[in-house]
């Protein structure tokens, strides 16, 4: 069985971004770029997945810029088996990748497709269970663990108060959460192998998907600032603090 | 026009980020209905009718609705939705499991985690943990929406709207509930609470976590969370998570213990009324938007505190 897996190139979780003196968004020119960490968790796992012989192959996907290419060899240096670039300059959002995946869908016929709950850029946690939508299959998000059983997938989701488990036929949508795995560090002679490793490069219009944007970005403004307060100096005077002047307990 | 909320329920009682939702979809502008999909869910439906502001509770029964399954949901949403211009979720675990499979089943665009409605297709919404703020313009038909529940007061309760009973439709589903492990206990919920007491990466060990922080909670009648770093070294459970993409909270008082305030944290709780932090590192970027400091040893100053309050 194949896995399909789907990694963003996102500016990296150690950047604080900042948004531009113009407000028509934030300025990623010259800041590190790395792999989206939810698309790493669902890297490594499907990796996993197929170290213990429940998947053959794992194919990743990113959608984007030409530098995608490097987060596709990251994935592959992972351990994943090829690669396939969506190449566009446009501005891609979570509806317009889930139809690009779902046409690869189509392709490749996988029997799983992974992806991480979140980007750590627009942080919108859609595209997942919009795949899961566009192709009428099951659907589990916020994973914290997965098993192959019975030709079934167990999965086992982050929910509000606690954890829950799913059942899915096969081929299903999963979508990672922090838990799931612990990604390993990819090792020198990875990398180089991973130089090696295949990637295949589609545009938009060759999978017949129109990517046009439904959202559009008026404005991006600073976040208001909080400031910060005074430091007391004992116990005491916290509690008077608390009491007496936020008067919050 | 027409706005759609569906309501978070465990069958009895709402779950109080619905509240907040509505407040969002009566700033959207139109009449406000409100979606009880559930097994014997009556009394959850009753409870929803009483929301302020809601027009009418539209009560779908079925076994299936009981876990609220991410494909059921979106086939009874769905069979509803022509009828409305906004479909709002709250932006809990729940709801973003199902709003993105809706949007994209009627072929639009979802706009998620809005902090405020500044027309009925313009929204404001965080990007990059909070870092920046994007005013968004949907341009399709329909607005799917989830809603950060911090950005919006909850809806008043105490009027009456009527229920109306409508048939079920569910999907034809490839997906089964096996079982959950949720947690019971008394606290108020996380995202709900008052006064959180969170707990970090120096409390050591889950023992220490609980020794040290429960106290505290239990004398301010809080609810307990913990940063990533605590939750990843398996100090406290995964949902006590706060953060970027954790529970997002702006309860009146927070107190962090022990919890140096990497920006992925500070993103779950910047809105919070009152900041209390209580570190010993005087360096921790937690301080910068706390109120109050406390640099001290959190195993001494927090006993201390119990004692004090």
Redesign the interface.
């Known amino acids: 069985m194949k896995a399909l897996v789907a990694v963003k190139r996102v500016?990296d979780?150690n950047v604080?971004?900042r948004?531009k003196s113009d407000q028509t968004g934030?300025d990623i020119a010259n800041v590190k770029m790395s792999m989206n960490p939810?698309d790493e968790i669902a890297v490594e796992e499907a990796v996993r997945l197929k170290e213990k012989g429940v998947l053959t192959e794992v194919v990743v996907v990113s959608c984007g810029v030409t530098q995608c290419q490097e987060t596709l060899r990251t994935a592959m240096a992972i351990g994943a088996d090829r690669g396939i670039l969506v190449e566009t300059n446009e501005e891609l959002?979570?509806?317009a990748v889930?139809k690009l995946l779902k046409a690869l869908a189509d392709k490749e016929q996988p029997g799983m497709v992974i992806l991480g709950?979140?980007a750590?850029?627009?942080?919108?946690?859609?595209?997942?269970?919009?795949?899961?939508?566009?192709t009428d299959?099951?659907?589990?998000?916020?994973a914290?663990k997965v098993e192959l059983v019975d030709g079934h997938l167990?999965v086992t989701?982050?929910?509000?108060?606690?954890?829950?488990?799913?059942?899915?036929?096969l081929p299903?949508v999963v979508t990672t959460?922090?838990?799931l795995n612990e990604p390993r560090y990819v090792t020198l002679p990875n990398i180089m192998k991973a130089k090696k490793k295949q990637i295949d490069i589609f545009k938009p219009e060759d999978l017949g998907v129109d990517v046009t944007?439904?959202?559009?970005?008026?404005?991006?403004?600073?976040?208001p600032k909080?400031s910060?307060?005074?430091?007391?100096a004992?116990?005491?005077a916290?509690?008077d603090?608390?009491k007496n002047e936020?008067k919050?307990? | 026009m027409a706005s759609l909320v569906i309501a978070e329920h465990d069958n009895q009682s709402l779950?109080p980020a619905t509240l907040n939702t509505v407040t969002a979809a009566i700033a959207c502008g139109g009449e406000v209905h409100l979606l009880v999909a559930g097994k014997n869910a009556t009394v959850a439906a009753q409870a929803a009718s009483h929301i302020s502001g809601v027009a009418k509770v539209l009560h779908a029964e079925a076994d299936v609705f009981e876990?609220g399954?991410?494909?059921h949901m979106?086939a009874q949403i769905l069979a509803l939705s022509s009828a409305y211009s906004h479909i709002l979720f709250a932006a809990?675990?729940?709801g973003?499991?199902?709003?993105?499979?809706?949007?994209?089943?009627l072929?639009?665009?979802?706009?998620?985690?809005i902090t405020r409605v500044d027309s009925p297709d313009?929204f404001e919404r965080?990007?990059?943990?909070?870092?920046?703020?994007?005013?968004?313009?949907?341009?399709?038909a329909t607005k799917v929406i989830t809603v950060r529940t911090t950005g919006f007061d909850a809806a008043a309760t105490g009027s009456s709207a009527p229920v109306e009973v409508i048939q079920a439709t569910t999907a034809d589903?490839?997906?089964?509930?096996?079982?959950?492990?949720?947690?019971k206990n008394d606290r108020p919920?996380l995202?709900a609470a008052k006064?959180i007491v969170s707990g970090g990466r120096a409390l050591g060990s889950a023992e220490k976590f609980s020794e040290v922080i429960t106290p505290l909670a239990d004398k301010?009648g809080a609810a307990m969370g913990a940063s990533?770093a605590a939750?990843?070294a398996g100090y406290a459970?995964?949902?006590w998570?706060v953060g970027?993409?954790g529970k997002i909270v702006a309860p009146?008082?927070y107190v962090a213990c022990g919890i140096s305030g990497a920006?992925?944290h500070l993103a779950g709780m910047?809105d919070s009324?009152?900041?209390?932090a209580i570190n010993k590192d005087p360096e921790a970027p937690i301080?910068?938007?706390?109120?109050?400091?406390?640099?001290?040893d959190l195993f001494v100053?927090v006993p201390?505190?119990v004692s004090?309050?």
């Open positions: 500016v979780y604080k971004v948004v934030v939810f959002q979570p509806l889930a709950k979140q750590i850029d627009d942080d919108c946690n859609q595209t997942g269970q919009m795949l899961a939508a566009l299959w099951p659907q589990a998000t916020f914290s167990h989701r982050e929910v509000d108060g606690g954890l829950e488990t799913l059942k899915l036929s299903a959460d922090l838990r944007p439904r959202i559009k970005t008026l404005k991006v403004s600073e976040p909080r910060a307060g005074i430091k007391v004992d116990v005491a916290l509690v603090k608390l936020a919050v307990i | 779950k876990h399954l991410a494909e979106a809990t675990a729940s973003k499991n199902i709003a993105p499979r809706v949007a994209a089943k072929d639009v665009a979802q706009v998620s985690d313009t965080p990007i990059y943990a909070g870092n920046a703020m994007a005013t968004v313009q949907a341009t399709d589903a490839k997906s089964q509930f096996m079982g959950s492990e949720i947690a919920e995202t006064i301010l990533r939750v990843d459970p995964n949902d998570q970027q993409t009146q008082l920006i992925q910047k009324k009152v900041i209390v301080f910068s938007v706390a109120d109050y400091g406390l640099e001290a100053a201390e505190l004090a309050l």
